[in-house]
């Protein structure tokens, strides 16, 4: 699988200049490396799944997705689209050298976002109590706990997005995608074993805190050991106004895009309670085995397009973008097409409860499939300076997943979720499409070279 995406983008790299040697060594090393850890860290996270599942039960798991679902909502107004504009801005900053500007940066956003973050926590428990008088009382508790994950989950958030746009790829993402997961279920394994009767969700959100705080830590010392050392010499240079209007933008998609892949789990929790949650969360999490593919791509696309595009090599970008869409799609349709055949088994590995997500599970990795199909193409628009147009169509397709979400939950239940966020994802791909088509006239796949 690996070499096929490497063979895939290295003949676009081929050149006798040695920048885009350096680029095709970068991008195939990412790209590797990527794939690798995203490989490993679904595998865990499919892993920790099934451990939830069977400790927690349909309702536990559920409650711990409810509220953490929740939480990472909050997570994003609490970033204000920092850690995306660090994606871009360092990548674009470290090309030139402005050692300033990237130490300015990291000071102010880290501020910021610590303060800001703090804030919404402290008010949305305030709110969240005031409500345990009208809702259940496990649920509320539960959403109050998964709060105080808001300021690491944003810090980290932050911390990511300097990873990347330092094309630090794989060590940005292994505290994350990999200790954090190997930790939770070594400490959950430990923790049902000693306490099998009493173990709740409430261990579960306990031991999530106490892992992605421990995975903090190792990526932010990280961090500051990846940082030219000409950042910590210079003296800062900061453009606040000019970053947080930027900013804003990138703040508004990242909620609009939670909302366009969680609405789902919020509003099944509000109209079908937290056991139709937990069935299907399993579904979701099924079907992140067959995105994982275009998730890695794109971690590792994301600082490269804006790189390619601030420096004007736009046919070299085109070329990198139709190699990268072919090889991302067949490898998803495969695995995708596979999982259809084998779903039910699937589902059998977490408990003969969660048979009944089978269809829903279809329709959400036929949805998947078109994602891949359409490529990178919301991130090349927001690597590109295109951040409120992609805002805005995410705007809009935001309020279509709410309307068909309220529409069709309540008559197919999470068969009706799987096809409302199904079409929203579908109609958002085909806008964004043909947008980048206008205003950038670069297609996703193409029949024959354009001439220079």
């Known amino acids: ?60 798991l559920g409650t711990y997705s409810y509220a953490t679902t929740w939480a990472n909502l909050l997570s994003i107004p609490a970033t204000l689209g920092l850690d995306q504009l660090m994606v871009r801005e360092i990548a674009i900053y470290r090309a030139k050298s402005r050692w300033d500007l990237i130490s300015g940066l990291l000071r102010w956003s880290n501020l910021v976002v610590l303060a800001s973050s703090i804030t919404l926590t402290l008010v949305a428990i305030a709110v969240i109590w005031e409500m345990k008088g009208e809702s259940n009382t496990s649920i509320v508790i539960a959403v109050a706990l998964a709060m105080v994950t808001v300021p690491i989950i944003s810090l980290r958030k932050l911390k990511l997005g300097t990873m990347q746009g330092l094309h630090r790829i794989v060590l940005g993402q292994m505290p994350d995608g ?21 173990f709740n969700v409430f261990w579960v959100l306990a031991i999530k805190i106490v892992a992605i705080t421990i995975t903090f830590f190792i990526g932010a010392s990280w961090l500051l050991r990846s940082l030219p050392p000409e950042v910590m010499q210079v003296k800062p240079q900061y453009e606040r106004k000019q970053w947080l209007i ?5 703040m508004f998609l990242g909620t609009t895009h939670l909302i366009n892949s969680r609405i789902d789990i919020i509003m099944l929790g509000g109209i079908k309670g937290v056991e139709t949650v937990g069935i299907y969360t399993i579904i979701v999490a099924i079907t992140k085995l067959t995105i994982f593919i275009n998730q890695a791509a794109n971690n590792v696309l994301g600082p490269t ?9 736009l046919k070299q970008l085109e070329r990198l973008i139709h190699k990268s869409v072919l090889s991302v799609f067949l490898l998803s349709l495969i695995i995708g097409i596979t999982m259809m055949g084998v779903g039910k088994y699937l589902l059998l590995i977490f408990g003969s409860d969660f048979i009944s997500g089978r269809t829903a599970m279809n329709i959400l990795i036929v949805g998947q499939i078109f994602n891949a199909f359409t490529g990178p193409v919301g991130l090349v628009l927001t690597m590109t300076g295109h951040q409120n147009y992609t805002a805005t169509s995410l705007g809009l397709t935001a309020v279509l997943n709410i309307i068909l979400n309220a529409l069709m939950i309540p008559k197919w239940g999470i068969n009706g979720a799987a096809i409302a966020t199904t079409t929203s994802l579908i109609v958002i791909n085909i806008i964004n499409v043909i947008f980048m088509q206008r205003t950038l006239n670069i297609s996703l796949y193409s029949l024959r070279q354009k001439k220079t």
């Open 1 to 60: 699988m690996l070499k096929t995406i490497t063979q895939k983008i290295q003949p676009i790299l081929i050149s006798t200049e040695k920048s885009n040697h350096s680029l095709k060594n970068r991008l195939i090393k990412g790209a590797a490396g990527s794939f690798g850890l995203k490989i490993a860290g679904t595998g865990l996270a499919f892993v920790m799944s099934i451990i939830f599942a069977r400790f927690l039960g349909t309702v536990g």
């Open 246 to 250: 930027a900013a804003l933008p990138f």
């Open 178 to 198: 990999l200790f954090a997961p190997i930790i939770v279920i070594s400490l959950t394994s430990i923790v049902y074993s000693v306490f099998p009767k009493n």
């Open 305 to 313: 397009i804006a790189s390619l595009y601030s420096e004007g090599q």
